[in-house]
């Protein structure tokens, strides 16, 4: 997988033309103009909330701007979900730009986590990739790398630079070559029921060779 970088660059490099517009129950002091946005996919709403929090700010008061939050449709977006897979639950049957309404109150505390810094993004994002190593390297890969390279690895993604990313990730997809392969190849499944909930559930596959 390391070979291929042109799919991997462009699998990267994949953004959602994205249109945030404020509530209209929002209080503000002047329109607030919607505010445009390529999102990567791979990425989080969370590592764009500073910059879509400045733009509405603007035309608000302070006392009038609590934790925001964002929703497509009705809908409150996990934060602690990819972009690219929140747009294909929610959008991706629909007209771009996708457009997102950006709250700063009445926060859903049935339908989303809290998230008070990028901190707590990290250690989730670090959490998925401890588990899929778990899988496929009985967790050998990321036990083994140093803290500056988890960083590396966070701040790559955080701030959108494939090959800081890629130096670190790299080690993740390789296995040596007398195993043959992963032990397990893990992946995720998310599903949106009827009633509009979401489940999803971690599976693996394993994968066996036989000589005739």
């Not at 404020?22 to 990425?43: F, G, H, K, V």
């Not at 608000?60 to 609590?66: A, C, W």
């Not at 959108?160 to 670190?168: E, G, L, R, S, V």
Request: hydrophobic share 35%.
């Amino acid at each position: 997988m390391t070979d291929d970088k042109d799919v991997l660059r462009d699998v990267w490099f994949g953004r959602i033309p994205t249109c945030f517009t404020l509530y209209q129950d929002e209080i503000t002091e002047r329109e607030a103009e919607p505010y445009y946005l390529l999102l990567p996919r791979i990425s989080y709403l969370t590592l764009v909330t500073d910059k879509v929090r400045k733009h509405f700010q603007k035309v608000m008061k302070q006392e009038d701007i609590g934790e925001i939050w964002f929703e497509n449709e009705g809908t409150p977006l996990k934060w602690h979900h990819p972009i690219g897979l929140l747009f294909d639950l929610h959008a991706s049957n629909t007209a771009l730009p996708w457009n997102i309404t950006v709250h700063f109150k009445n926060f859903p505390e049935k339908d989303l986590l809290h998230c008070p810094s990028k901190d707590v993004i990290e250690a989730h994002f670090m959490a998925c990739i401890k588990e899929a190593d778990a899988l496929k390297h009985k967790s050998q890969v990321i036990n083994e790398m140093q803290k500056k390279d988890h960083k590396q690895l966070w701040m790559g993604l955080q701030n959108d630079k494939f090959d800081q990313f890629w130096a670190i990730n790299r080690k993740l997809m390789e296995y040596p070559p007398e195993e043959n392969g992963f032990r397990y190849i893990p992946f995720r499944i998310y599903q949106v029921r009827e009633d509009g909930k979401q489940r999803s559930c971690l599976l693996y596959l394993i994968l066996t060779c036989e000589t005739r």
